[in-house]
């Protein structure tokens, strides 16, 4: 992901051990990480202004506003629509427009391997 500067990646789940495995994993292979708890987090994130992510990881079951709602949320705003979305959860996916899905457990190389397919899909 990292082939233009370095690739941003935004991680939504409300597991606090989850996030953090997944920062570190991730800025250990070069990218720049920010996480939110929950969809509504999410969704203010990424309409502050700030970096916008190359790609969001993302979970379903979580308080506040779940997977679901942020995506169909985040397909309705068309500044927001683009950004691909890896689905990484232990629920069913069904119901929901994904670039990828990963299910939980997942190994950390499988995550790493589905964002860089992400990245090589949008980069075309």
Same mark, same amino acid.
């Given at each position: 992901?990292? !082939?233009?500067?370095?690739? /941003?990646?935004?991680?939504?789940?409300?597991?606090?051990?989850?996030?953090?495995?997944?920062?570190?994993?991730?800025?250990? =292979?070069? &990218?720049?990480? $920010? $996480?939110?708890? +929950? #969809?509504?987090? /999410? &969704? @203010?994130?990424?309409? $502050?202004?700030?970096?916008?992510?190359?790609?969001?990881?993302?979970?379903?079951?979580?308080?506040?506003? +779940?997977?679901?709602?942020?995506?169909?949320?985040?397909?309705?705003?068309? @500044?927001?629509?683009?950004?691909?979305?890896?689905?990484? =959860? #232990? =629920?069913?996916? /069904?119901?929901?427009?994904?670039?990828? !899905?990963?299910?939980?457990?997942?190994?950390?190389?499988?995550?790493?391997?589905?964002?860089?397919?992400?990245? =090589?899909? !949008? @980069?075309?």
């Amino acid at each position: 992901m990292g !082939h233009v500067g370095r690739a /941003a990646v935004l991680v939504v789940d409300d597991d606090a051990m989850v996030r953090e495995l997944l920062v570190e994993v991730l800025q250990l =292979s070069g &990218l720049d990480v $920010c $996480c939110a708890t +929950n #969809g509504r987090d /999410a &969704l @203010a994130r990424l309409r $502050c202004g700030g970096q916008r992510p190359d790609a969001i990881v993302l979970d379903l079951d979580m308080p506040v506003m +779940n997977g679901w709602q942020f995506r169909r949320e985040q397909l309705l705003d068309p @500044a927001l629509a683009d950004i691909p979305v890896l689905v990484a =959860s #232990g =629920s069913d996916p /069904a119901g929901i427009r994904a670039d990828r !899905h990963l299910r939980k457990p997942y190994a950390l190389d499988e995550l790493l391997g589905a964002l860089d397919d992400i990245a =090589s899909r !949008h @980069a075309a």
